[in-house]
């Protein structure tokens, strides 16, 4: 089982929601803790709030989307600590807008964030990893990564791409003795829904409901620590509406899919 004293951990999208509730949990466990986020006041707030300091953690501004920018942010943590020992790619965004009404420049914008910036960041630590023939590589996914629902067409692709990579990235890595898990949120009540981009790029500035109501970050957060400390491929922090959808999807298809065709959005 996984001891998470002075292990280093990086986490991306630290500055809230899933990523900080990651940071206080981790920091209570005696990790030394890597936040990244793109805004590094935010950083500081988080880092503080979990009483981290300069000895066991570091703030490391990125943008997941400058994929150039991943390996030379690599090598500052392994200069700090010398080693890596959780990556949690935890950095993305959603949308609310049916696709024929969705700019081109959106669905790369999502792609870029969710998807080529999070297996860019696992390209650039991988070698580490390999190397010590230990690690973890958490990656946030959503229940939406095992079926779509309207509004979220992108979002779903590329949850779903997501899991089609780290399956076949975990078989391909199993020998060398690394860990990878995939943990799919359900509702957890965060910005998420805030920051979703509208058909133009515009933010919804919006809470959805479901958002609302849903876990706290923090409680989300622990589930992910009890998952890589047994070593879990993937993870479902979720409430029963949503674990319902997840099994329907996979035994029966048929009801999901007319389900999901009268969802609130809102």
């Known amino acids: 089982m996984e001891n998470f004293k002075d292990k280093v951990v990086w986490i991306t999208g630290a500055s809230s929601g899933i990523g900080e509730g990651l940071v206080v949990a981790f920091a209570r466990a005696g990790a030394k803790v890597v936040l990244s986020a793109r805004r590094s006041e935010e950083l500081k707030k988080v880092q503080?709030?979990?009483q981290l300091d300069d000895n066991n953690s570091l703030?490391?501004?990125l943008d997941v989307s400058q994929t150039?920018?991943?390996?030379?942010?690599?090598?500052?943590?392994?200069?700090?600590?010398?080693?890596?020992?959780?990556?949690?790619?935890?950095?993305?965004?959603?949308?609310?807008?049916?696709?024929?009404?969705?700019?081109?420049e959106v669905v790369r914008q999502i792609m870029e964030i969710n998807f080529f910036g999070n297996?860019?960041?696992?390209?650039?630590?991988?070698?580490?990893?390999?190397?010590?023939k230990s690690g973890s590589i958490v990656v946030i996914s959503s229940v939406v990564?095992?079926?779509?629902?309207?509004?979220?067409t992108l979002y779903a692709a590329s949850k779903h791409a997501l899991h089609g990579f780290y399956d076949?990235?975990?078989?391909?890595?199993?020998?060398?003795?690394?860990?990878?898990?995939?943990?799919?949120?359900g509702y957890v009540k965060t910005n998420i829904s805030l920051n979703a981009v509208?058909?133009?790029g515009s933010k919804q500035n919006k809470m959805d409901s479901g958002q609302e109501k849903g876990m706290s970050p923090l409680d989300c957060a622990e589930q992910i620590l009890k998952g890589i400390r047994h070593r879990k491929a993937e993870i479902?922090?979720?409430?029963?509406?949503?674990?319902?959808?997840?099994?329907?999807?996979?035994?029966?298809?048929?009801?999901?899919?007319?389900?999901?065709?009268?969802?609130?959005?809102?």
């Open 68 to 104: 150039d920018s991943l390996t030379a942010k690599t090598q500052e943590v392994l200069q700090k600590f010398g080693r890596i020992d959780i990556l949690v790619n935890n950095a993305g965004i959603t949308q609310r807008a049916a696709f024929k009404d969705l700019s081109f």
């Open 168 to 185: 076949a990235l975990r078989a391909e890595t199993w020998a060398d003795n690394l860990h990878v898990m995939l943990v799919c949120p």
């Open 48 to 50: 503080q709030n979990a």
């Open 119 to 132: 297996i860019a960041l696992t390209k650039a630590v991988l070698p580490h990893l390999l190397a010590q």
């Open 236 to 266: 479902y922090p979720a409430g029963l509406k949503e674990l319902m959808a997840v099994y329907l999807k996979r035994f029966f298809p048929a009801v999901l899919r007319r389900m999901v065709r009268k969802v609130n959005v809102t």
């Open 59 to 61: 703030i490391l501004p």
């Open 198 to 200: 509208m058909a133009d």
């Open 145 to 152: 990564g095992k079926f779509g629902t309207p509004l979220r």
